[in-house]
T-cell receptor, first 111, second 114 residues
Framework: DTGVSQDPRHKITKRGQNVTFRCDPI?????LYWYRQTLGQGPEFLTY????????KSRLLSDRFSAERPKGSFSTLEIQRTEQGDSAMYLC?????????FGSGTRLTVV | AQSVTQLDSQVPVFEEAPVELRCNYS??????LFWYVQYPNQGLQLLLK??????LVKGINGFEAEFNKSQTSFHLRKPSVHISDTAEYFC????????????FGPGTSLSVIP
């Protein structure tokens, strides 16, 4: 297992388009987290899963955002009707306990 | 709810000099504490963590941190920095009773000057 993988690494989209990001966690990790990071800021929690169950969603996650983790394996984060304010790095992490392993992130630019 | 404050947004330091990056947290319950490092265009990597036991925690790359419950602090230190330590450093906290989520501070940008 090579760690947490995120795809794509970069995404440029026009305002109003939908985008979907994928995260493949470390296979034995049952917890998966999504964070958003803007320039010069720390990661902000968006949502997390334990196995396939989505246990918590941040208030930052508007109705345009949806995340899934079918079968408790990979996860997808979809943003509908993107806005310029959605431009950020989207980070995925997985864990079995207290230590997170992060992916390299997907950088979204909305033009 | 927990929160993390990192008072210094940028810390320049000369190579081989010591450095301290400050972190204070706020929580109504017992916490776990973490320091993560982020190199340019990379994800975050765990430097060290405090869960329980000794308040002095040693991590990778020669870093250490000390948990001070009375001052609600978890400052990160290194006695002699290297150019390769140039990166963004994030202090983070989570509730001791659950593994649900980690809350990150705004980060401190460490620049090591040759």
């Amino acid at each position: 297992d090579t760690g947490v993988s995120q795809d794509p690494r970069h995404k440029i989209t026009k305002r109003g388009q939908n985008v979907t990001f994928r995260c493949d966690p470390i296979s034995e990790h049952n917890r998966l987290y999504w964070y958003r990071q803007t320039l010069g800021q720390g990661p902000e929690f968006l949502t997390y899963f334990q196995n396939e169950a989505q246990l918590e969603k941040s208030r930052l996650l508007s109705d345009r955002f949806s995340a899934e983790r079918p079968k408790g394996s990979f996860s997808t984060l979809e943003i509908q009707r993107t806005e310029q304010g959605d431009s950020a790095m989207y980070l995925c992490a997985s864990s079995l306990g207290t230590e997170y392993t992060f992916g390299s992130g997907t950088r979204l630019t909305v033009v | 709810a927990q929160s993390v404050t990192q008072l210094d947004s940028q810390v320049p330091v000369f190579e081989e000099a010591p450095v301290e990056l400050r972190c204070n947290y706020s929580s109504s319950v017992s916490v776990y504490l973490f320091w993560y490092v982020q190199y340019p265009n990379q994800g975050l990597q765990l430097l060290l963590k405090y869960l329980s036991g000794s308040t002095l925690v040693k991590g990778i790359n020669g870093f250490e941190a000390e948990f001070n419950k009375s001052q609600t602090s978890f400052h990160l230190r290194k006695p002699s920095v290297h150019i390769s330590d140039t990166a963004e450093y994030f202090c983070a906290v989570s509730e001791e009773t659950s593994y649900d989520k980690v809350i990150f501070g705004p980060g401190t940008s460490l620049s090591v000057i040759p």
